[in-house]
């Protein structure tokens, strides 16, 4: 059973940064597309951003050219480096494996950005 855990979330202000990191284990970590979504208070969870094996990043409209996504599969981590955050990027962030058959979440690192 893969296990996923988040850290790096916290209260920051508008036009600040952070960088969140997901822990991964299991043998599929390197074959797994990862992801980040996010749900505010009141709305759904949503996609963030995603990595696929070969190392090729999506990300939602929202997020271009402020967040980065990137994983390291010797380490089982894939993190999001957030810049220029915006109120609107508060909410509960999760990390996400997917593979054929099996579709993983973390419990959730809560990002506050307020001033």
């Known amino acids: 059973q893969v296990q996923l855990v988040e850290s790096g979330g916290g209260l920051v202000q508008p036009g600040g940064s952070l960088r969140l990191s997901c822990a991964g284990s299991?043998?599929?970590?390197?074959?797994?597309?990862m992801g980040w979504y996010r749900q505010a208070p009141g709305k759904q969870r949503e996609l963030v951003a995603t990595?696929?094996?070969?190392?090729?990043?999506t990300y939602a409209d929202s997020v271009k050219g402020r967040f980065t996504i990137s994983r390291d599969n010797a380490k089982k981590t894939v993190h999001l480096q957030m810049n220029s955050l915006k109120p609107e990027d508060t909410g509960v962030y999760y990390c996400?494996?997917?593979?054929?058959?099996?579709?993983?979440w973390g419990q959730g690192t809560q990002v506050t950005v307020s001033s």
């Open positions: 299991g043998s599929i970590f390197s074959t797994a597309t």
């Open positions: 990595m696929s094996t070969p190392g090729t990043a």
């Open positions: 996400n494996l997917r593979v054929v058959g099996q579709n993983s």
